[in-house]
């Protein structure tokens, strides 16, 4: 059995003060969670967030990761950055990253066998833009941006893998896929990873949908066989949303 993942992307917003104040609340309302709750945060909330999740069943992660170990790369973070900062999780390949900072499939692999390399778990999105859903062709395209992120993945490290499907018209938009779209294209996504590794790598590997998840819609997209969990944003920043999330998560 897959276990559930329900992970918040914070995105660009909350600073220091205000990221330990959101965490605080979430801790005492997950704490019974039977699925694996994440916050990805930025950077800057780093130290706060690890302080104050010390001991519970919340993990950190980060929004992005450069590829090379050190170097003139001004503004970027290495995975030993992230590591030694107590970052477990990195979301790699985000379509924000793809769109308004140049990220490509090639990139993002880079991203992700650097990540994998240095004992970090992969959250690694995927999706359509509206025009490829228009144009029929959202599987196909999919199908190959997780296969370039995966080029030179072996099945091991596949164990660290989740992906993330997160349609681009649907993300912040309010528009969420209906539970029927969500569910073919994390199918789409299961059956490329069996015909890149197999089925019962297939199995094993958790696939999870984003956009405009929310406390209200979350119970019945959880509830499709092959979406194992969710990527929230907006809803992510509530602490009580959040928590109906993880909540729903644990019993679909
Ligand atoms: P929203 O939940 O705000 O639509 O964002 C989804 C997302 O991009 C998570 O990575």
Same mark, same amino acid.
């Given at each position: 059995m897959r276990?559930?993942? /329900?992970? $918040?992307?914070?995105?660009?917003?909350?600073?220091?003060? @205000?990221?330990?104040?959101? *965490?605080?609340?979430? &801790?005492?309302?997950?704490?019974?969670?039977?699925?694996?709750?994440?916050?990805?945060?930025?950077?800057?909330?780093?130290?706060?967030?690890?302080?104050?999740?010390?001991?519970?069943?919340?993990?950190?992660?980060?929004?992005?990761?450069?590829?090379?170990?050190?170097?003139?790369?001004?503004?970027?973070?290495?995975?030993?950055?992230?590591?030694?900062?107590?970052?477990?999780?990195? /979301?790699? $390949?985000?379509?924000?990253?793809?769109?308004?900072?140049? @990220?490509?499939?090639?990139? *993002?692999?880079?991203? &992700?066998?650097?990540?994998?390399a240095a004992g970090l778990k992969v959250i690694l999105c995927v999706g359509e833009m509206l025009a490829d859903r228009e144009n029929g062709v959202t599987d196909e395209l999919v199908a190959l941006q997780t296969k370039i992120a995966l080029k030179d993945v072996s099945a091991g490290e596949l164990k660290n893998v989740i992906i993330a499907y997160e349609p681009v018209w649907a993300i912040g938009t309010g528009k969420t896929a209906t539970a029927e779209q969500a569910n073919e294209v994390c199918a789409v996504i299961r059956s490329t990873i069996k015909a890149l590794y197999g089925a019962e790598a297939a199995e094993g590997i958790t696939i999870q949908y984003g956009g405009s998840m929310n406390a209200k819609n979350a119970a019945e997209l959880l509830a499709q066989p092959d979406v194992d969990g969710g990527l929230i944003g907006g809803a992510s920043l509530k602490a009580p949303d959040f928590a109906v999330i993880v909540d729903a998560a644990t019993k679909g």
């Open positions: 276990k559930p993942i /329900i992970a $918040g992307n914070w995105k660009m917003n909350k600073t220091p003060s @205000e990221a330990r104040e959101l *965490v605080s609340a979430l &801790v005492p309302l997950v704490k019974d969670a039977a699925c694996d709750v994440v916050v990805c945060t930025p950077a800057v909330d780093f130290a706060a967030v690890s302080e104050v999740i010390k001991g519970t069943n919340i993990k950190l992660g980060a929004e992005n990761m450069h590829w090379k170990e050190s170097g003139a790369y001004t503004g970027e973070l290495s995975a030993a950055m992230l590591k030694e900062s107590g970052v477990e999780y990195v /979301i790699l $390949g985000h379509s924000e990253r793809r769109q308004y900072f140049g @990220e490509t499939d090639v990139t *993002v692999n880079k991203r &992700v066998k650097a990540a994998l």
